[in-house]
């Protein structure tokens, strides 16, 4: 945007002269050039809703948005505004310096010179001067993409590299290209999640469920399987991102997701360089905590077992799953399907017949999606008929807005309510991204660990949530709040006004995050809202007040989801039912997770279904307990448990606080009391609580409780606490004060207070009480009634678990079983019809996955038929296929209308996989010759070859001048009869 004086004023002087010229009549082709002035300004301004604006503005960008949608780029209308302007001012200009009249006008010739003295000096100032240049400019692309470029041509030749994490825009350390540097510099295959949304729904779908994995920072079993049937073999890591942009996954999040799912790194490129920007007045030990990494890291699936797929693929017919759902449903069952093609549900399946699996999955669900995201960009699941809010910064009170890749509400998993009829709010989370751990739902659950926020980009002032009882419910004359305490960023309400059929009444709160007391409209009511009248703010737009608990008498509200319809009559040999949710191990996904697992689906078949599950460990003072449990080796031991821990990563447990390792450590969340507690009582009068470093602060001051003596302390610099001995077996240290550590949050623009944290809580009195970290290859198993408990159809099952130390620290899914009576039962029958499966959050573990499988689901066979590349360029390609059984040939691209296969000459029938994928299907018996052509692309060459034909002739019109004699004989000169009659005098 131009902000020079004499740029602003040379472009408005050039544009006036310009529109001057358009004026004049004798303007050659005038009324061409002035329609397209017109046409061009109304295209530009019609959709600018800023001050004044056009008043229609609205609608022009709901059509840009929908109908409108290949002409979003309304600037490139910008050079036909420019080229009529120009043309203008050179007309005006030619005919200033023409000679007119008898009577010349001195200096006519210089008007040429004259408007370049004007115009030019201001229009060539931001080239000379470099501010043409956006921030982020460069001279070229660092050499290292091009070594990554290199790299990828000799390792990777015929897969597709996958480039992560996924950004809005290409926006480096090193400049901004907008683009990514592998556009033009890769001669091999690579993909991305685009700011756009290229291709297909499915193949959209497919990515984001990608970076939703990559989010989450723990194990994703089945990652290196789903990226292989997506034609992805290689990931390619950039750490050289700009740290300062938002809306992408963390790096060192991203290469923890790799890791703990079976990836390894093979190489880095490019200089070493720290994991983001340090703030220059960061404490030093928060900058250790900055990786040094190179700028470019790849990655592998570590196993030999995950298949490395080529250009194309056969697979056998008679393997096929029909999955119901989206593409998205296949990632937590990839390694089970490795090898099966995949189709869905509401998609041709030619030639299929009865399929050997069909696949019913909680993916695809009715959310809105704002597509200008890269991540963060999903709601919570809508219910049937539920709009969004009418707040909403997109499409208020609207549809939600999706891409699918098959259309219909049958083919999604949609909510349901439970205990009330709806649940509704102005807005929620934030007003840009899409946060859905703050469902409206979460302020009626009874879950103080969830809450609603608002997600206004202002004021929290007038927003409000809304439920709709089932039927007349009789509101008492007050209920309890709890509200979110403002801290932070966050906006806190202040005063709230509860409205029902019956009335209204206001009441006052303290933005404390205590529970307190409204007042309400006493009487039968049909539903009940609550607005935030007043509040107090710290940072409006980003963190919204909100409630984690309103508590109203016997209400009590769950979101089910329910599974696709679309399979009711399926035939299968064997069905799988997974359901599954999103976990968040580290505490590091922006997003959240959802609360319980809580299902609705549809078997089409009666019979035995085996139960397969899985949970994570959720951390808290129960896996702290859990993981002495698991790991006896000491029987004298100090048992050590927190009240809360902080969510920053994996690993972070009370158990470290006696392990004797200083690299091990606890930070607290927002309650800082540790429990000590030891077999017989013995004297204690002083402990150390060593300071844990990186992202916490250490303890200045404690309170120490116990059953036989209570003290107040302070703690030195090294952590020392001394205070009158107390015999005891047990100690509660509360750390009131920490030293004054803070960091700056550049979102808030102001300097945050750091958690406390303690990589030791050592008792020198105790030393012999001390319990070393367990092996973590060391294997547990929870006995019957130890793991999460299972609810199917109102039938509570009790389970087991079993997995290692290992996953328990870091937080990795472990085994569930099903047990009854200290058995194991992996079967439970089932009738045809409606079932009901939920998981609470409670206990060391969470319920995060659990399929349920009937009949029996073989591993895929080989393809048997030998697949060829002869040509692989272009629009024209050619493989060679064996003699064999039915086979489908994936091309690992997305699917398209326009691409044709022919077997031997004889035409083959197309079909899409996975949701998105080109297919088609090989019948059996002998092979050979399979021909593909993209037909577009014969009249798109058509197009090309017309057009330079087109130009070349424009061009001799141009220079060719054809020399015909005038067909007008010049005129005599006329004779001045003054001058003749002067002359005779």
């Not at 809703?49 to 979003?72: C, I, K, M, N, T």
């Not at 009487?523 to 007043?534: E, H, N, Q, S």
């Amino acid at each position: 945007m131009a902000s020079s004086v004499v740029v602003i004023v040379c472009s408005a002087l050039a544009a006036g002269l310009g529109l001057a010229g358009l004026a004049r009549r004798d303007m050659p082709e005038r009324r061409w050039l002035v329609l397209t002035v017109l046409v061009t300004a109304l295209v530009l301004l019609a959709g600018y809703g800023g001050e004044f604006g056009a008043p229609f503005h609205g609608a022009v960008q709901g059509w840009l948005d929908g109908w409108l949608s290949p002409f979003r780029n309304i600037y490139k209308f910008q050079t036909g505004l420019a080229l009529a302007l120009v043309l203008g001012l050179a007309h005006l200009v030619g005919v200033a310096a023409e000679p007119r009249g008898a009577r010349p006008v001195r200096g006519r010739r210089l008007a040429p010179l004259l408007a370049a003295v004007l115009i030019l000096p201001g229009l060539l100032w931001p080239y000379l001067n470099g501010s043409i240049l956006n921030p982020g400019s460069f001279q070229k692309l660092p050499t290292y993409w091009q070594a990554t470029a290199d790299w990828l041509e000799k390792y990777s030749p015929d897969s597709r590299a996958l480039v992560v994490p996924a950004t809005a825009h290409g926006v480096y350390t090193w400049g901004s290209p907008i683009d990514q540097p592998l556009d033009v510099l890769a001669e091999s295959r690579w993909a991305q999640r685009d700011y756009v949304p290229f291709g297909t729904p499915g193949n959209r779908r497919a990515m984001d469920a990608v970076e939703q994995a990559l989010l989450t920072g723990g194990e994703v079993p089945a990652l290196a399987d789903y990226l292989s049937r997506s034609g992805l073999y290689y990931v390619v890591v950039r750490n050289d991102l700009d740290p300062d942009q938002i809306g992408y996954v963390p790096t060192a999040t991203v290469k923890r997701t790799l890791e703990q799912s079976g990836y390894e790194r093979v190489t880095g490129l490019g200089p070493v360089m720290t994991g983001g920007r340090i703030a220059q007045d960061a404490p030093l030990q928060v900058e250790g905590l900055y990786p040094r990494q190179r700028a470019v890291e790849i990655y592998r699936p570590a196993g030999d077992d995950v298949r490395r797929p080529g250009q194309a693929g056969l697979m056998p017919v008679s393997d096929t799953a029909v999955v119901s759902g989206g593409p998205e449903a296949l990632l937590p069952l990839a390694s089970r399907l490795r090898g099966r093609p995949a189709v869905l549900t509401g998609d041709n399946h030619p030639g299929l017949g009865t399929p050997a699996v069909q696949v019913l999955g909680d993916g695809m669900r009715r959310a809105d999606t704002r597509f200008g995201l890269v991540n963060a960009n999903t709601s919570y699941t809508y219910t049937r008929d539920e709009r969004n809010a009418p707040d909403s910064q997109q499409d208020p009170g609207e549809k939600p807005r999706q891409i699918l890749p098959v259309e219909g509400a049958e083919h999604q998993t949609v909510a349901e309510l439970r205990g009330a009829r709806s649940v509704t709010a102005s807005s929620y989370g934030n007003w840009l991204f899409h946060l859905p751990q703050f469902d409206p739902v979460n302020a009626f659950d009874g879950n103080p660990d969830t809450a609603w926020t608002e997600g206004a980009p202002d004021t929290p002032d007038g927003q409000w949530l809304r439920i709709g009882f089932t039927g007349s419910y009789e509101m008492p004359s007050s209920f309890k709040v709890t509200p979110l305490p403002q801290e932070s960023v966050r906006a806190a309400a202040t005063k709230v006004r509860v409205e029902t059929e019956k009335g209204t009444r206001t009441s006052f709160l303290q933005p404390n995050g205590l529970t307190q007391s409204v007042k309400a409209p006493e009487g039968a009511t049909r539903w009940m809202r609550l607005t935030i009248v007043d509040s107090v703010e710290r940072r409006s737009g980003l963190t919204g007040a909100g409630f984690s608990e309103i508590d109203l008498p016997d209400v009590q509200v769950t979101r089910l989801l329910r599974l696709p319809a679309d399979a009711d009559e399926a035939t299968s040999a064997a069905t799988v039912v997974s359901l599954h949710r999103a976990s968040d191990p580290t505490g590091l996904s922006a997003t959240g997770t959802e609360a319980g697992l809580h299902r609705r689906f549809t078997t089409p078949a009666a019979g035995a279904y085996q139960v397969t599950a899985s949970a994570v460990p959720v951390p808290g003072e129960e896996l702290d307990r859990l993981l002495y449990e698991v790991a006896p080796e000491q029987q004298t031991r100090i048992v050590a448990t927190a009240d809360s821990t902080a969510r920053l990563g994996a690993g972070l447990s009370a158990r470290n606080l006696t392990d004797g390792d200083l690299t091990t450590a606890w930070v607290a969340g927002d309650r800082p009391t540790i429990h000590l507690s030891w077999e017989g009582k013995q004297p204690v009068g002083e402990l150390v609580l060593a300071p844990a470093g990186g992202l916490s602060t250490r303890a200045s001051e404690v309170h120490i409780s116990s059953p036989d003596g209570a003290a107040i302390a302070g703690a030195d610099e090294n952590g020392w606490v001394r205070f009158p001995p107390i015999t005891t077996d047990r100690l509660d240290i509360t750390i009131t004060e920490t030293a004054p550590l803070t960091l700056h949050n550049p979102v808030a623009d102001e300097d945050l207070r750091l958690p406390v944290g303690l990589t030791e809580a050592y008792v020198p009195s105790l030393d012999q009480y001390r319990t070393p970290q367990p092996d973590g290859t060391r294997k547990f198993s929870l006995p019957c009634g130890k793991g999460p408990d299972v609810a199917l159809d109102g039938e509570l099952y009790r389970t087991s678990a079993k997995g290692t130390v290992r996953d328990l620290v870091e937080r990795r899914p472990v085994d569930v079983t099903l047990c009854r009576q200290d058995r194991g039962e992996t079967e439970v029958e089932l009738s045809a019809g409606e079932h009901r499966l939920e998981g609470g959050d409670a206990g060391p573990l969470a319920l995060t996955d659990v399929t349920l499988t009937r009949g029996t689901v073989p591993e895929a066979a080989a393809a048997g038929r030998e697949l060829r590349i002869r040509d692989w360029l272009g629009d024209r390609r050619e493989v060679t296929v064996g003699s064999g059984a039915a086979s489908y040939l994936t091309t690992y691209e997305n699917h398209n209308d326009g691409w044709k296969a022919t077997l031997n000459g004889e035409e083959l029938a197309p079909l899409r996989l996975d949701g998105w994928q080109q297919g088609w299907r090989i019948p059996a018996g002998a092979g050979g010759a399979v021909k593909l052509s993209y037909e577009p692309a014969t009249t798109y060459d058509a197009g090309l070859i017309g057009s330079g034909a087109g130009i070349a002739v424009l061009l001799g019109l141009a220079l060719w001048r054809r020399r015909a004699p005038n067909p007008d004989a010049p005129q005599p000169a006329r004779r001045c009869p003054a001058c003749g009659s002067a002359r005779w005098r």
